[in-house]
């Protein structure tokens, strides 16, 4: 099957060449400053996101929702930013940028627990399902304790963990009688998906770390824009959670 070779090209010079799976790739100067770019420009719309929820809140648990949501998404862009910042201006000080990597990975899951957090939160589950309000958090804790002790040890199951928090939860979301904004998570999601086909291909297409930056924005408006419209902008949110 032919493949485009894009270092014979006149992009070749904005990528590096592809390290093995034992390595951490490098960016150039030109993908370093496209990674900070491409997350950094969507922490003040995320902020502003965040607040605006928690200014539609009605009652207790939408306020608590939308605190969890909004720090998850800012914290996620805020995080990827700093990280790749720091990688860029201080990869001289290589203990500083790992401890940076790893924080970056563990915000992942936690991004995933608090975008789920809003659905299972205010929206009325199965018997079954309501188990995963707290369970989410759970998974997200124990991702980010692998993180904590297996750093980059094994890059197909740091995917594969990754792709297990963000499936499960999305399954038992199946579960809700109230089935707007289903849609919209499945796009958003999609988005996700298509995007580690860029994660996957640094070394291999110019700026493809950035442009899987790109598909998470992405993913992340629409699931934004799901909750804002069917749990918060409409009020017609069915549940709240009896304590």
């Not at 990528?15 to 922490?43: D, L």
């Not at 201006?89 to 995933?112: A, G, P, T, W």
Request: hydrophobic letters at 45%.
């Amino acid at each position: 099957m032919y493949s485009m070779d894009f270092r014979r090209t006149k992009l070749g010079r904005f990528m590096n060449n592809r390290v093995p799976s034992s390595k951490r790739y490098q960016p150039t100067e030109y993908e370093h400053a496209a990674n900070c770019a491409t997350h950094g420009f969507w922490i003040i719309p995320s902020i502003l996101g965040g607040s605006m929820l928690h200014f539609l809140s009605d009652d207790q648990w939408e306020t608590i929702s939308a605190w969890m949501y909004g720090i998850g998404l800012s914290g996620l862009f805020i995080m990827s930013t700093m990280f790749h910042t720091v990688s860029w201006k201080k990869s001289h000080l290589r203990k500083v940028e790992q401890r940076f990597h790893m924080c970056d990975r563990m915000v992942i899951y936690f991004f995933i627990a608090a975008s789920y957090a809003p659905w299972l939160n205010l929206r009325e589950l199965g018997p079954w399902a309501v188990h995963m309000r707290w369970l989410v958090w759970i998974m997200a804790c124990a991702g980010s304790a692998y993180v904590f002790f297996f750093h980059e040890k094994n890059k197909i199951l740091d995917l594969l963990c990754y792709t297990a928090m963000g499936s499960v939860p999305a399954v038992v979301l199946l579960s809700m009688p109230n089935r707007e904004g289903v849609l919209e998570l499945s796009v958003g999601g999609l988005f996700y998906c298509l995007g580690v086909v860029f994660f996957k291909s640094d070394g291999l297409i110019p700026f493809a770390h950035a442009i899987w930056h790109v598909f998470v924005a992405v993913g992340a408006a629409i699931h934004y824009y799901a909750i804002w419209k069917y749990l918060y902008a409409t009020g017609t949110c069915q549940i709240k959670i009896s304590r």
